[in-house]
Every structure is written in C-alpha cells, then in structure tokens.
Nanobody
Framework: QVQLVESGGGLVQAGGSLRLSCAAS????????MGWYRQAPGKQRELVAT???????NYADSVKGRFTISRDNAKNTVYLQMDSLKPEDTAVYYC?????????WGQGTQVTVSS
C-alpha cells in the first residue's frame, strides 16, 4: 500500500512562490512515475506536472516556465516548485503515484493565490 502526504500549500499573493512536497511511504526509486495534479472549484482535475523514475519531466502548457517538478529518492519525496503564481493557479493540488500498474493519490493541499 502506497501512502502519499502532501504539504506546503497556503495563501500567497500573485507573483509569489510556494514549494509543495509529497512524501511517499515507500521507495519512490521503484515507482514508475509521480506527478502533481490540481482541481479548481467546479472544474475537473488536471495534470500539472509528472516525473518518471528516470527523471524525465512533463508539464501542462499553463505552468511551463513557472513550475518545476523534482524528486529526491533518498527522502522518498517529490517536490513542485511554483513561481510567478497567478490567481488561476488557485486549486487543491494532489500528488499521484503510478506503481506496478496502480494509481495512488494523496489527500491534497490547498493553494490560494490572491490578486
């Protein structure tokens, strides 16, 4: 059973930065991929960024150049550095892990960007 715990969300002004963390219960070195998704009120959950076990990353067009996903295998943690935040980035951010053909989700962390 994989458990994911997100942290680092909060309230920030537009143009500011936040760093989200996702701590996994197991060794993420063995995970196929991990990623960050977000869901704004009244909208569907959407991809933000993913990173494979080989370190290859992928980003939604809306966050390219502003967000950076990274992983620390020694700490079993994946990060999402969010810079130049915009009000439209406001959402609940979820960590996702793809492990042995199964998908696991964290409980989410709220990010609110004020204008």
């Amino acid at each position: 059973q994989v458990q994911l715990v997100e942290s680092g969300g909060g309230l920030v002004q537009a143009g500011g930065s936040l760093r989200l963390s996702c701590a996994a219960s197991g060794s993420i070195f063995t995970y196929n991929a991990m990623g960050w998704y977000r869901q704004a009120p009244g909208k569907q959950r959407e991809l933000v960024a993913t990173i494979t076990s080989a370190g290859s990353s992928n980003y939604a067009d809306s966050v390219k150049g502003r967000f950076t996903i990274s992983r620390d295998n020694a700490k079993n943690t994946v990060y999402l550095q969010m810079d130049s935040l915009k009000p439209e980035d406001t959402a609940v951010y979820y960590c996702r892990a793809f492990v042995a053909s199964r998908i696991y989700w964290g409980q989410g962390t709220q990010v609110t960007v004020s204008s």
